[in-house]
Structures are given as C-alpha cells and as structure tokens.
C-alpha cells in the first residue's frame, strides 16, 4: 500500500476520504523558562516525558546569555583610572553545554532564542523577571556580534555543522515589551536583528534565523512608533465588544519591510499569538481581554498571508509562544477547559503554521518566582511534581494522530499514519453554551469552576468501512469524571504542600482516564459512537 494514499475500500460514512496532510504543530516546539532551569533533574525529566510520550521536536526558552549562565565574563578592574574600553572577554560554556547536550540527548532540539544580554553587555540591567533579565540593547554591537559568533561557532564544533543547519535562530524575545523585554526602540531592536542574522549568514548561509518574536496581536496603535504608547491601549480596555476591533500583529509589516528594503536574511517570522490580552483603562488598571475562540485561527490566518503575499515567500511560521492567556498564574491552564481549548484551536489552525509552541510544558518556571501550591496557574501541562494536568492528555492524544487527515469536523478528526496506515482520531466537546468565547482567565480555580455546568452533552457518530476485522482500537476520554486533577485537589482543600501520600493519589487521579477497547467486527466496519459530557477530549487509536 502506498503511504500516499488510503486503501480503495476505506470509506468514512460512506464515502471516500480526500487524503491531506496534517502537521503536528502542537509538538513541533515546546516552550520553557529560562536557560538556567534546564539544569535540574526534574526538568530534564519532564522534558524527557515531553519527547517521549508528546513527540515534541525542540524547544525554546529564554537566558542563553544570563549571568547564571556564566558564558561571557570580564575582569573586574575596581574602577580605578580613566575609562577604557570594555575589556576582553572570557567565554565559558560548561552550563550551556550541559543544557544542550541533554535537550540533544533525548533527540529533540534547541530553538534558540538568542537573548538576553549579560551584565557587561547591558547598557541598562534587572529589567525583568525575579532572575531579572537585561533587557536592553548592547553597549557595543560588535561585542554583541561576538558573544553570538563565538557561541554558534562552539556549537558547531560540539555537535557538527549539519546539526546545528537544523536549529533555528530566534533574534530575542517580544522586544516590543518595553520597558521589561527591550528598553530600546523598534529600529535599534531592528538594527540588533540585522546585525545579528548577517552574523549568522557569515558563519554558514545554512543557518536558519528569523525573528522578530513580538508579543500579542493589537486593536490599537499602543505599539505604532518606536516604543510603547500606554495611553493607546485605554480604548482597548474599555471596549464593549473586543471583537470587534481590528486586531492586527505586532511590529510584522515593519520587520518584513526593514529586512526586505536592507536585504536582510529571514529564514521565519516568528510572533506570540495568545487570544487574551491585558490593556490598561483610563483608571491606570491593566485589564484582561478575552478574544473569541477563533482568534488564534484568525491570527494565523493574518501572518500566512503576509508570508504568502510579502518579500519572504518561503519563510517558514513560527509561533514560539502561544497558550490560552500570557499569565503563569492563571487558574485556567491547570483545567481541563483548556484542555478542550488548546485541542481544537490546533487542530483548527494546523494547516497554518510550522510550529505553534506551547509555554509550556513544565510548572518548572520562574519568571515570577516559584509557584505556590502545586497547582497555581502555571503554563505546564505538567505541574513542579511532574502531575499530569488535562492540558498533558490533551497533547497525548494529539501526538497520537496520524499525518494524513482523513476527515475534519468541528467535532474533531479522524486521521491515520502514513507508514502503516493505523487509524487514530481525536474528538472533542467545546460546549455550545459557550458561543464564540474563549475560556478566559482566572485568579483562582474555584471561579473557573462555573464552566463546568455549561453544556450539552454531544454525540459523535461515524462508520469506517474497510478495516481488517479483529483490529483493535483504544478508546480514551478525558473529562470531568476522568483525569480532571486540579478538581481532585480542590477537594483537598487546595494544599499549597503537598505530602507524598497526597502526590501520588493525585498523580493516580491525574492519569485515571476512561479507557476501553473496541473490535471491529466481522463486517469490517467500526462503528464509532461516543456520547460526550461538556469539555470532553476523546482519543481513538488503532493499537499494534
């Protein structure tokens, strides 16, 4: 049988499949803190789980160059005398060659977001996070030049010059964040994107780069010059119905334009398309903004056509950071409503991209500091005990799809592989009783639980006829009964210390799925019929 093309008697209620592709843009990358936290046992373990059991393929995190990295240090003169110019540095790679080597060692891969800067690089220091980030332009660009060349040169002497064409090179993170992420301006975080893409060119025109890694997609001109405009936002968050503004990406058309105009490389466009956004009223309050449920499909939708119709045809699309909302302590991702969220906005918008990385997939995470309790809002799909959240399963099961898409429904998928042709399908239940929202953002898990009473339930029927009889396949369903951890503890009573005797009952919750086999019959036909509760994610894979 060829692996372009499904068996002449396969049908799927009673029709033959069109055979396309489907990209599985939800394990491409995966998204993690900073550089630093790698070097714990618990996040090489989850990371290991992430490849392993959700396939993914490289991930990206912040602070390569952060102090605790130790890669470029100068001798400390004592300040005495007239000033001179920066001294000589010393590059050391031990922690990031650590780091690295235990990504590589599971077969996945670094998408390396080159940033921030050291201390002595900083023109200005401690601009972001608790491990506070220098987020600022270098004081020399040709050390800046440096710092990269000597660091992508290791790299490819460690691991080989056709490992490292397969990395991507992401020139910083949401330098339109200012003051946190860039205290600079749009045209010198241009400038630093120019310089350091033709840096890498020079050293093998293989290497892939791309930027500008913007956050967020807009309704108002808050970042329409050169740095961010607050008083723009107040619109924005007073607005009755968000949806409709006209909600546009972030510093793309300039990027596109400054590259194109200055023959400036771009391998990929990178941005972050989370479909909650916090705008600040007139009052001075910052307000969460919640989009409807398509706005990530509809965002993407945007960026291919700039792709497609811009200077940079073949560029590839990136989504280096994309969740239900940019908090890490929002109450929601530790639900199984976003479990429900995450499935069928990917399965929605595969076609789209070439990778939408989810942040993230551990709880290890400290941008804000560590978590406290052990579900606290945190991106991971897994929590600081390695405890499977919904969100996990949620991922598993997409991971277990095939890469030819045999039929696609609001209702989920049926799909099969490629080099045998197993069949597997994801269905879901995003209740009607939500319309076209999103589902938000929460401060604490007890105000996400009025979700759960919205419905109805929803019945999923289908018939594939041509399967070999006897085949067995394994049903799973994730829902309010199966697997919903976060419930479990809140009827604990939401410990923040979690004893051992507590971890490993919810560890058993967390994975106690509804599983079940089906056989087809002699006839040879499955007959699929699934009665699902409201957030439902179900996973149908052909087992052998």
Same mark, same amino acid.
């Given at each position: ?20 592709? =489907? ?15 790698? =070097? ?13 059991? =959700? ?65 002595? =690089? ?423």
């Amino acid at each position: 049988m060829s692996s372009d093309a499904a068996p002449a008697t396969l049908l799927i209620d009673g029709r033959a499949p069109v055979e396309t592709e =489907l990209r599985h843009v939800w394990n491409a990358c995966v998204g993690a803190g900073r550089a630093n936290e790698a =070097l714990r046992a618990d996040w090489q373990a989850h990371f290991r789980e992430a490849v392993d059991v =959700l396939g993914a393929r490289f991930v990206r995190f912040h602070g390569v160059f952060h102090d605790d990295m130790f890669v470029y240090r100068v001798a400390d003169g004592g300040g005495f005398g007239p000033p001179t110019p920066l001294p000589e540095p010393v590059y050391t790679f031990a922690y990031v060659d650590k780091v690295f080597d235990a990504v590589l060692a599971t077969g996945a891969r670094p998408f390396v977001e080159l940033g921030f800067l050291p201390r002595e =690089l900083a023109t200005q220091t401690e601009t972001v996070f608790w491990w506070k980030a220098h987020g600022s332009p270098p004081q020399d660009m040709w050390r800046w030049v440096e710092l990269v060349t000597t660091t992508v040169r290791h790299w490819i002497e460690r691991y080989g010059l056709d490992e490292v064409r397969e990395w991507r090179f992401e020139v910083w993170n949401e330098p339109n964040l200012v003051p946190h992420f860039w205290t600079g301006t749009r045209t010198q975080y241009f400038e630093l994107y120019e310089a350091t893409a033709r840096a890498l060119k020079d050293i093998d025109a293989g290497l892939r780069v791309g930027g500008p890694s913007t956050s967020v997609f807009v309704p108002d001109a808050r970042y329409a010059g050169e740095t961010q405009d607050r008083s723009a936002e107040v619109a924005t968050a007073e607005a009755t119905d968000p949806d409709a503004l006209d909600w546009q990406p972030v510093w793309i058309h300039e990027f596109v334009d400054w590259c194109a105009t200055r023959d400036v490389p771009v391998d990929f466009l990178s941005t972050h398309l989370y479909p909650t956004d916090y705008a600040f009223g007139a009052d001075g309050e910052g307000r969460p903004i919640q989009r409807h449920v398509d706005a990530t499909y509809d965002d993407l939708v945007v960026m291919r056509a700039i792709i497609d119709e811009g200077p940079f045809p073949d560029a590839e699309l990136h989504i280096s950071e994309w969740s239900s909302s940019p908090s890490s302590r929002d109450r929601m991702h530790d639900t199984l409503f976003a479990a429900t969220y995450i499935t069928r906005a990917f399965l929605k918008g595969a076609a789209l991209a070439d990778s939408i990385s989810y942040w993230t997939f551990t709880d290890v995470f400290e941008e804000g500091g560590g978590g406290i309790g052990p579900f606290h809002g945190g991106f991971g799909l897994v929590n600081e005990q390695g405890i499977h959240k919904p969100t996990f399963h949620a991922m598993a099961m997409l991971a277990r799809l095939g890469d030819r898409l045999l039929l696609s429904t609001p209702d989920g998928v049926i799909t099969r592989r490629g080099r045998d042709g197993a069949l597997a399908a994801v269905f879901l239940n995003y209740p009607d009783d939500m319309g076209t929202r999103s589902i938000g953002s929460r401060i604490t898990y007890d105000a996400t639980r009025a979700l759960k009473d919205l419905g109805p339930r929803r019945t999923v029927q289908h018939t594939v006829e041509g399967l070999a009889p006897g085949t067995r396949l394994t049903l799973e369903v994730l829902d309010w009964e199966h697997g919903n951890v976060a419930e479990a503890w809140h009827h604990l009573g939401e410990p923040l210390n979690l004893t051992p005797l507590e971890t490993e009952r919810l560890r058993g919750v967390a994975d106690a799925l509804h599983r079940e086999t089906l056989v087809v019959p002699d006839t040879g036909v499955l007959e699929i019929l699934l009665d699902l509760p409201p957030w439902a994610v179900a996973s149908l894979v052909q087992e052998g």
